[in-house]
């Protein structure tokens, strides 16, 4: 099946620092979402970006379906931005639904 | 437009019991799908199902099975609880097959 791979594992920043968090994926794929899991558990949406650029305030999404990879760009982190984020890709055919990263854990500090 | 909702959102069951837990997707929504997540296995996708129909199928054992009613509200349950089923149960809605999912709260079950 599809691999998703996210680095780094964990980042640890300083408020008002910039991020660039990455996800590779080792087939084509119909789907990429970007989640951030809140301390409770859901998963928020962020980005739904099979292909090109999206901005939404400080954060912005570019993904390469070409060279199979998303990058997640934070700027001005705030210590609301800590918690895990996700990559999540999905593919038309296979078994699979949604096949998740083992995800990027972000720590800004105040 | 209300979200997903889940419930219940926290249980307690002991080894060898069943639970059945619930998932109404967001309105006009036609696929439901459930994920489990674990510390150790991260987001595993359990199976989806669209218009009451099963699509597709994660590598769970048969004691995970699920349902989809006509109103596209979804039922899993788990039986004879192992306590390796404990973990967070997420579900999320797609208006069609293919395209942007969005996820409930969870459901965090514990066996004891």
């Known amino acids: 099946g599809i691999q998703v791979e996210q680095s780094p594992p964990d980042l640890i920043l300083q408020e008002g620092a910039n991020s660039t968090l990455r996800c590779n994926f080792s087939?084509?794929?119909?789907?990429l979402q970007w989640f951030h899991q809140n301390p409770w558990g859901q998963l928020i949406n962020l980005f739904y970006?099979?292909?090109g650029t999206k901005q939404n305030g400080r954060l912005s999404a570019t993904t390469v379906a070409t060279e199979r990879y998303s990058l997640l760009y934070i700027s001005s982190s705030q210590t609301t931005d800590s918690g895990v984020y996700f990559c999540?890709?999905?593919?038309?055919?296979?078994?699979?639904?949604?096949?998740f990263g083992q995800g990027t854990r972000l720590t800004i500090n105040p | 437009k209300a979200g997903v909702t889940q419930t219940p959102r926290y249980l307690i069951k002991t080894r060898g019991q069943q639970v059945t837990l619930s998932c109404s997707p967001i309105?006009?929504?036609?696929?439901v799908s459930w994920y489990q997540q674990t510390p150790g296995q991260g987001l595993q996708f359990l199976f989806e199902?669209?218009?009451?129909?099963?699509?597709n199928k994660g590598n769970f054992p048969g004691r995970f099975s699920g349902r989809q009613f006509s109103n596209s509200r979804s039922e899993m349950n788990v039986s004879t609880l192992e306590l390796g089923d404990s973990a967070l149960y997420l579900c999320?809605?797609?208006?069609?097959?293919?395209?942007?999912?969005?996820f409930g709260p969870g459901t965090r079950l514990t066996v004891l």
């Open positions: 999320a809605s797609s208006l069609q097959a293919i395209g942007e999912q969005f």
């Open positions: 087939d084509s794929v119909n789907n």
């Open positions: 970006i099979p292909s």
């Open positions: 999540a890709v999905e593919r038309n055919q296979g078994a699979q639904k949604l096949v």
């Open positions: 309105s006009g929504h036609r696929s």
């Open positions: 199902y669209f218009s009451e129909t099963q699509r």
